[in-house]
């Protein structure tokens, strides 16, 4: 079973409006990180955020933040003021962190994000 | 800033030929990742290491070796290059809480 899933093959979204990119996940472990990482076409990942299963607060990092729905298993990350720099694949991740491997990432399959000026 | 640096960022092998993707960190990172790529699959980890010497399978080994002489560097070795294994090759390494990634290696086997 997949456990990390983005529904959202493709997102357009207008330039200075805000975007919400979808990511469940499903885990037995009570102990986990979910990630969200960006790919630009030049082929490089970069890291944008990081929540803790136990952290209280969505964790936000400058115009991203992310929506953490425990209950409902869901890690949505949300882009403010989008930029035409913006327009990427973006990647959600998640490490299990008390299983046997807890080293490994596991990755959803990416939503590509369009940005129009 | 941590900085990884693969090697190549585009290179063209000839089948059968033994391939090495260099990876390099200078952050002094215990763990090491080698990801493959392919549209539609999504990353798929091949093998990792989380010590000088250690290395452990990942999902797809098949095909693929890997060596870890020194905490810096993470090589990975294509035995024998074959068309299957065009591909986009991502190293990472990192700390517990997240991972970077260097720029990537394009490889095309023809």
């Known amino acids: 079973a997949q456990k990390i899933t983005q529904t959202q093959p493709g997102m357009f979204v207008q330039e200075k409006e805000a975007v919400t990119l979808d990511c469940t996940y499903d885990?037995?472990?009570?102990?986990?990180?979910l990630f969200w990482y960006k790919q630009p076409s030049s082929g490089e990942m970069i890291f944008l955020i990081y929540?803790?299963?136990?952290d209280q607060q969505n964790a936000t990092e400058g115009r991203y933040s992310l929506n953490f729905q425990k209950a409902r298993k869901s890690a949505n990350l949300v882009i403010s003021a989008s930029q035409l720099g913006d327009s990427a694949m973006y990647f959600c991740a998640m490490r299990e962190l008390q299983a046997g491997n807890n080293r490994k990432l596991i990755w959803g399959l990416g939503t590509s994000l369009a940005v129009n000026p | 800033d941590v900085k990884v640096t693969q090697s190549s960022r585009y290179l063209v092998k000839r089948t059968g030929e033994k391939v090495f993707l260099e990876c390099v960190q200078d952050?002094?990172?215990?763990?090491m990742f080698w990801y493959r790529q392919d549209p539609g699959l999504g990353l798929r980890l091949i093998y990792f290491?989380?010590?000088?010497?250690?290395?452990e399978k990942g999902d797809i080994p098949e095909g693929y070796s890997v060596s870890r002489e020194k905490k810096e560097r993470f090589s990975l070795i294509l035995e024998s290059a074959s068309t299957n294994q065009t591909s986009m090759y991502l190293c990472?390494?990192?700390?517990?809480?997240?991972?970077?990634f260097g720029s990537g290696t394009r490889l095309t086997v023809v």
């Open positions: 952050m002094d990172h215990e763990n």
């Open positions: 929540q803790g299963s136990y």
């Open positions: 290491s989380y010590d000088v010497k250690m290395k």
């Open positions: 885990t037995s472990d009570p102990s986990y990180g």
């Open positions: 990472a390494s990192g700390p517990r809480a997240g991972y970077t």
